[in-house]
Nanobody, 118 residues
């Protein structure tokens, strides 16, 4: 089975940046970043297909960038111009369908917390 481990979360002020990492992708067909704020459903943030195509949720377009380093077996999420609304637990996931729908992903990491203060 795929084992995913996220890192890179933390606390930052609004307007700041963080880069999340996720090891263990093992070249899955699709890798995604999701987030879940307290009291809210887990939502898709960005996904990257095995051939490099990417897709983003509207609320992060232009601010977040998903990428991967196949040699290092690592997925990244560069987050710039962070807002308090970006505060959430961030999860990486691996699956066989290129989508932002969480139910199509089979493997999940434990998450890394991102907190953005105003």
């Amino acid at each position: 089975p795929v084992q995913l481990v996220e890192s890179g979360g933390g606390s930052v002020q609004a307007g700041g940046s963080l880069r999340l990492s996720c090891t263990g992708s093992r070249n899955s067909f699709s890798m995604g970043w999701f987030r879940q704020a307290p009291g809210k459903e887990r939502e898709g943030v960005a996904a990257i297909r095995i051939d490099g195509y990417t897709t983003y949720a509207e609320y992060v377009k232009g601010r977040f960038t998903i990428s991967k380093d196949n040699a290092k077996n690592t997925l990244y999420l560069q987050m710039n111009r962070l807002k308090p609304d970006d505060t959430a637990m961030y999860y990486c996931a691996a699956g066989n369908v290129y989508t932002l729908r969480r139910e199509r992903y089979n493997y999940w990491g434990q998450g890394t917390q991102v907190t953005v203060s105003s």
